[in-house]
């Protein structure tokens, strides 16, 4: 180990609570959640600091918790990291009666960072014990009360295009990924569109969206715009020359959204246990981890992976078990239409079926 390495992992076990030798490495209580043991590893290999918590937290909110940056880990004959520029747009977050609470800023060349007020005219570069709120909540909470439709997009800057034509429209910090089941709270009532980016993590980011708002929005489309380039989004759109009487016409030729996602478990165990556990994992895996040397539920805040102490994971399984009742009526409505042969629409795509219509009349879906 380097003098400088070793001058730089002393300041950092200065900052840990509880650090103790243990064996060839050293151990301490993580700072990126509420940890009641010593779950985080800490050792030097080839003149980097390694960090690595047992219950699961990336090494990157470890170090936003204790306020240092990456090259915190490296020797000082790393070469230095790139200098930030300046910045172009700050995005206030506020809570619903417009008090400030934390602000995105964005930097060019284009990067980004989160922020909070210090309460003595200062900043302070991390959201270390702040609520997390959808950007524009003022405007969202009217919405709600007034019956229009809020429009769910990836970044502050897309929120601001769709405004520019008049609607309105919310995001969360951080973008595709990065959604919180507290966001969903927000939008109860709602009339909600989500539109994503054109590619592979913008479609995940809305469905994870929507599976989120189920239950709580009064109804939820995700309307992939058209003509976007790749990587393309609504700003592009509007930009391009998209309308908001264009982006009306196409909502209203979107079903609403329902979840038909595919078990992909073993039909052995689709009605088991484990056939659950695997639907609870797909919904809800990226804000979920089991801590096994806690015995117990973890779930992501946006900052730190917290003691599941207010009952989450159960509301989320009750969410996975009323899924279930959707996949069954799915399930029997396209025996019924391979059975049947006339058009029907389940929510999500014109099939054909004799008498699905008339079935699918007695339960309110559209028919051709």
């Known amino acids: 180990m380097t003098d400088s390495t070793n001058a730089k992992l002393e300041a950092l076990l ?69 200098k930030r520029g ?94 919180l089941e507290s966001y969903s709270d927000a939008l109860k009532g709602g009339k909600v569109v989500i539109l994503p980016d054109n590619d592979e993590p913008g479609k995940k980011h809305a469905e994870q969206v929507a599976r989120s708002l189920q239950g709580k929005a009064e109804s939820v489309r995700i309307v992939n715009l058209p003509n976007l380039p790749a990587k393309g989004d609504v700003s592009d759109w509007v930009k391009a020359g998209g309308t908001a009487e264009e982006l009306t016409r196409l909502v209203d030729q979107v079903p609403e959204w329902t979840d038909q996602a595919e078990d992909r478990s073993d039909p052995r165990e689709h009605h088991t246990d484990l056939g659950n556990a695997k639907r609870l994992v797909a919904r809800f ?41 959707t996949e069954a009526l799915a399930e029997n409505l396209s025996r019924e239409q391979r059975a049947d042969g006339r058009d029907c629409h389940d929510g999500t795509m014109w099939k054909s079926g004799e008498n699905a219509c008339g079935n699918a009349a007695q339960r309110g879906i559209t028919t051709s």
């Open 14 to 82: 200065s900052k840990l609570e509880g650090a103790h030798i243990s064996g060839d490495a050293y151990k301490a209580k993580c700072p990126a959640h509420d940890d009641l043991q010593a779950s985080l590893s800490i050792c030097e290999r080839d003149g980097k600091i390694l960090l690595y918590c047992h219950a699961g937290c990336e090494t990157k909110d470890i170090l936003q918790a204790l306020g240092l940056p990456m090259s915190a880990l490296f020797m000082d004959s790393k070469p230095a990291p790139k």
């Open 86 to 179: 300046k910045i172009v747009a700050r995005y206030p977050y506020t809570d619903a009666s417009g008090k400030l609470l934390y602000e995105v800023c964005r930097f060019e060349p284009k990067d980004f960072r989160q922020c909070r007020p210090d309460g003595q005219g200062g900043l302070v570069w991390n959201l270390t014990g702040i609520q997390r709120v959808l950007y524009r909540l003022p405007a969202i909470t009217q919405a709600i009360a007034e019956g229009m439709t809020i429009f769910i997009v990836e970044g502050e800057k897309d929120v601001h295009s769709l405004e520019s034509i008049g609607l309105v429209a919310t995001s969360n910090a951080g973008g595709a990924g990065k959604w």
């Open 285 to 325: 895996g990226d804000i979920l981890r089991y801590c096994f040397l806690e015995k117990g539920w973890r779930v992501w805040n946006g900052t730190l992976w917290t003691r599941d102490e207010s009952g989450e994971v159960s509301r989320l399984a009750k969410k996975t078990v009323m899924g279930i009742y």
